[in-house]
């Protein structure tokens, strides 16, 4: 947090998908940039009631398994905002805390394989070597993704986006 609208603006697609509802902030910026449909989750169910009340498919629950549940209905391509976690530091996304290996997981394994776009974001909290597995674990798992990096208000590198929809 937080996206910003120079880098969303380059990956609008029909649909959103975003993990981490928290104040809505990256659901409005979707909604505004002219994406179709808009589905956010969060854990919590006060940030899930004010998503609801803004007219947004919001669910609340586990980020994993609420996309295990909700992707198979989900036709086309989307672009995702993987940001939901604890608001702890560091990032150690190799625990159970953190949803994001395992929400990649739910992705590869229910989502159609579309031409998705995959913007993870936080990286500047996340330790150099999870980093590093991580690359490691896109590429096995999307072995075509062409890996970018976006900065926003905080470093130059903090979006960490795998783009499936080839080279551009
Ligand atoms: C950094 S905030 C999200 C900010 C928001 N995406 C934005 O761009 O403004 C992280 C959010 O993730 C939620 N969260 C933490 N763990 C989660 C989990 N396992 N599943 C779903 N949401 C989770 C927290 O409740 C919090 O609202």
Sequence with gaps: MPITREMLSQYVQPT??????YQCEAVDLARELGFQTIHTIDI?????????????????????????????????????????HPFVKPMDIFHTHFPLMREL???KKYA???????LMDDMRIVPDLEKELLLDWLD?????????????R?????????DLRGER
């Design 44 to 84: 919590e169910p006060k940030h899930v009631d004010a998503a609801k009340a803004k007219g947004y498919n919001a669910y609340c629950g586990d980020s994993p398994a609420v996309l295990a549940k909700i992707l198979p209905g989900i036709e086309g391509q989307i672009t995702f905002w993987l940001d939901a």
């Design 154 to 162: 905080y470093c130059d590198d903090d979006i960490l986006c795998c």
């Design 112 to 118: 159609d394989p579309e031409k998705h776009v995959l």
């Design 105 to 107: 997981r739910s992705i």
């Design 140 to 152: 096995m798992l999307w072995p075509d993704g062409v890996v970018r990096w976006h900065g926003d």
């Design 16 to 21: 959103f998908v975003e993990s981490g509802t």
